[in-house]
């Protein structure tokens, strides 16, 4: 991994689910403002800002996928929700960590925001979008059910 260059949104993160990847590009894109900041050494105000910035769009993102996964009957939503929090719990002790005088974040928490978001995205996304994929399609949903009673 180069310090230089965070990894941005492209389409291989698309999941065909525009809001959801709308604000996987927000969170690249914070993200990449984070990397940016702590490669130049930034003051200390201004890396709160950005990480305080990265830990709400992404608590407030995690719940819409949240909802989402519950509207669409995810099977995983369990697993998955915990992961999220494993990912929030990481940027909130480095945000307290700034907050209480630890002098910078480190490069470790780059490595792991970025590792966590390629992976997050490709793996554990993107069996929500399959799943919600498969059911809009599924012959035996509920909607044909209803429709072989209907007159
Ligand atoms: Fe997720």
């Given at each position: 991994m180069s310090v230089n260059s965070p990894i941005g949104w492209?389409?291989?993160?698309?999941?065909?689910?525009?809001?959801?990847?709308?604000?996987?590009?927000?969170?690249?894109?914070?993200?990449?403002?984070?990397?940016?900041?702590?490669?130049?050494?930034?003051?200390?105000?201004?890396?709160?800002?950005?990480?305080?910035?990265?830990?709400?769009?992404?608590?407030?993102?995690?719940?819409?996928?949240?909802?989402?996964?519950?509207?669409?009957g995810f099977p995983k939503l369990a697993s998955h929700k915990m992961a999220h929090e494993t990912f929030v719990r990481r940027v909130t002790a480095e945000r307290s960590a700034i907050d209480k005088g630890s002098p910078s974040l480190s490069l470790d928490l780059l490595r792991f925001l970025q590792n966590w978001l390629v992976e997050h995205i490709m793996v554990s996304d993107r069996e929500y979008a399959r799943h919600y994929e498969s059911a809009k399609q599924s012959p035996s949903g509920l909607g044909n059910f209803f429709n072989r009673l209907l007159p």
């Amino acid at each position: 991994m180069s310090v230089n260059s965070p990894i941005g949104w492209s389409e291989d993160f698309a999941l065909n689910l525009p809001e959801i990847d709308a604000q996987h590009q927000v969170l690249f894109d914070l993200f990449g403002q984070l990397w940016n900041a702590i490669v130049a050494r930034a003051e200390r105000a201004e890396m709160l800002r950005l990480i305080g910035d990265l830990e709400d769009y992404a608590a407030q993102h995690f719940k819409e996928e949240e909802r989402f996964m519950e509207a669409t009957g995810f099977p995983k939503l369990a697993s998955h929700k915990m992961a999220h929090e494993t990912f929030v719990r990481r940027v909130t002790a480095e945000r307290s960590a700034i907050d209480k005088g630890s002098p910078s974040l480190s490069l470790d928490l780059l490595r792991f925001l970025q590792n966590w978001l390629v992976e997050h995205i490709m793996v554990s996304d993107r069996e929500y979008a399959r799943h919600y994929e498969s059911a809009k399609q599924s012959p035996s949903g509920l909607g044909n059910f209803f429709n072989r009673l209907l007159p």
